[in-house]
């Protein structure tokens, strides 16, 4: 960074150690003097505007997925524009800067409002950096909030205007062409991860010889088989368990989109139950699936001894002419390509779409010779195992431009950098 942008030939001491050394002829101010942090309210009532329209409730999952499940029309709530900064104020992201889109901010959100001497998006540049500060240095026993007090105290940087706008017509420039080779790694990892349900999907299916005779399978969403192939429903090929552990002491395991993990119970985080003893028994080897959830759940083999939730299904594959990988990568392209959800029951809204255990045993799986279950498996294990690699490539690719993202931006509004002569230099 240093090398190829100049410093200010003047520095001052900020007073703040995590701000250090500041150009001379900058002004430090604490935050509540350059802008107005206001928190959003509980809606008293949910009613349509005039024009029969509700402003939508802007709560953390609406911000960054842009679904609103609740609507209101509080006239005692200030309604938010499009792009205004809003900051976190409680939960686990607490003391993030957000951008907005249009509603009603809700209580665990405050709209920022800096004052009109500053050029807003230097600010908001500046406020992502303010975010470090804010986000390890939340209070509360319980949620994890923000604390005024600590907010408006911070010490915020103020350049000349000019200065202002040119050091966020920088960053505008500069973050725009790192977050599109963000976005083509991003697009990488897309396709990789389509290309490893095609390659699942294909190899469970289809088989790996392109020139097997193929017949109908009788099952719609199957299609053809290799003519050699037999059909089996569930209940034929798996066992399921259910063994209550009755004592404490083991470790509890989660089923994770990642696999099977060994939850950290210690440290508090997601969810806990009051009583461990109620839990099932999952042996080493046995298949354990999420079944609560078809959208976000998943299946593995443990590769530990533990237990898990009692909601849960735990089961062991008794047919002795059948190889556990091979079903356990249709059991996951069960998930990844959604074939198991038409057969769900429950409330999906709620993310308690389920697979009852008839439809389960029910459920219809092509059955290949066991030599050639284990050539599939280890095919797809290979073909995996290289798209895994390309994905932890991108993704340290991603976590080095985003670090240098984050690196130019502190840099330019705390002034270790320069920029008042730069030119735009056009990019594609």
């Given at each position: 960074?240093?090398?190829?942008?100049?410093?200010?030939?003047?520095?001052?001491?900020?007073?703040?150690?995590?701000?250090?050394?500041?150009?001379?002829?900058?002004?430090?101010?604490?935050?509540?003097?350059?802008?107005?942090?206001?928190k959003g309210k509980l809606p008293k009532k949910i009613?349509?505007?005039?024009?029969?329209?509700?402003?939508?409730?802007?709560?953390?999952?609406?911000?960054?997925?842009?679904?609103?499940?609740?609507?209101?029309?509080?006239?005692?709530?200030?309604?938010?524009?499009?792009?205004?900064?809003?900051?976190?104020?409680?939960?686990?992201?607490?003391?993030?800067?957000?951008?907005?889109?249009?509603?009603?901010?809700?209580s665990t959100v405050a709209h920022v409002k800096f004052f009109n001497q500053l050029n807003k998006q230097f600010c908001w540049h500046f406020a992502k950096l303010l975010e470090i500060q804010l986000r390890t240095s939340t209070v509360g026993m319980g949620v994890p909030h923000v604390s005024g007090e600590n907010l408006n105290n911070l010490i915020f940087c103020e350049p000349p205007k000019l200065e202002q706008e040119i050091i966020a017509s920088f960053l505008d420039h500069e973050t725009a062409k790192i977050d599109a080779l963000i976005d083509n790694q991003q697009q990488l990892i897309k396709l990789l991860k389509e290309k490893r349900q095609s390659v699942i999907s294909h190899a469970v299916t289809k088989g790996l010889n392109p020139d097997a005779p193929m017949r109908d399978s009788g099952v719609e969403?199957?299609?053809?088989?290799p003519e050699h192939w037999a059909i089996k429903r569930f209940k034929n090929l798996f066992k399921i368990k259910k063994r209550i552990v009755g004592t404490l002491?083991?470790?509890?395991?989660?089923?994770?989109?990642?696999g099977i993990k060994i939850k950290n119970i210690e440290s508090g985080e997601g969810q806990l139950s009051m009583d461990y003893s109620k839990y099932q028994i999952v042996n080493e080897g046995d298949f354990a699936m999420n079944h609560m959830d078809?959208?976000?759940?998943?299946?593995?083999?443990?590769?530990?001894?533990?237990?898990?939730?009692?909601?849960?299904?735990?089961?062991?594959?008794?047919?002795?002419?059948?190889?556990?990988?091979?079903?356990?990568?249709?059991?996951?392209?069960g998930y990844l390509n959604k074939m198991f959800y038409p057969f769900g029951q429950g409330a999906a809204?709620?993310?308690?779409?389920?697979?009852?255990?008839?439809?389960?045993?029910?459920?219809?799986?092509?059955?290949?010779?066991?030599?050639?279950?284990?050539?599939?498996?280890?095919?797809?294990?290979?073909?995996?195992?290289?798209?895994?690699?390309?994905?932890?490539?991108?993704?340290?690719?991603?976590?080095?431009?985003?670090?240098?993202?984050?690196?130019?931006?502190?840099?330019?509004?705390?002034?270790?950098?320069d920029v008042r002569h730069w030119q735009a230099v056009p990019f594609n």
């Open positions: 960074m240093a090398g190829k942008y100049q410093a200010y030939s003047e520095y001052k001491d900020s007073g703040a150690e995590w701000l250090g050394l500041v150009p001379e002829h900058w002004k430090l101010k604490r935050f509540k003097f350059v802008a107005n942090a206001q009613v349509a505007d005039e024009d029969g329209v509700f402003p939508p409730y802007l709560t953390m999952d609406y911000l960054r997925t842009g679904y609103a499940e609740n609507f209101v029309d509080d006239k005692e709530v200030t309604p938010i524009n499009e792009g205004e900064a809003l900051l976190l104020w409680d939960g686990a992201n607490a003391g993030e800067f957000i951008k907005s889109r249009y509603g009603v901010i809700s969403w199957l299609g053809k088989v002491g083991h470790d509890i395991l989660s089923i994770t989109q990642n078809l959208l976000t759940g998943f299946v593995d083999i443990s590769s530990h001894g533990g237990v898990t939730s009692p909601d849960y299904r735990v089961f062991t594959l008794s047919d002795k002419n059948s190889f556990p990988e091979y079903y356990l990568y249709f059991l996951q392209m809204n709620l993310g308690r779409w389920r697979l009852p255990t008839e439809a389960f045993n029910d459920f219809i799986a092509p059955y290949p010779p066991k030599d050639e279950q284990i050539e599939i498996a280890n095919f797809i294990a290979i073909n995996l195992t290289k798209m895994s690699f390309l994905v932890d490539k991108a993704n340290s690719a991603i976590k080095l431009m985003q670090e240098r993202r984050a690196a130019l931006i502190s840099a330019a509004v705390t002034g270790k950098i």
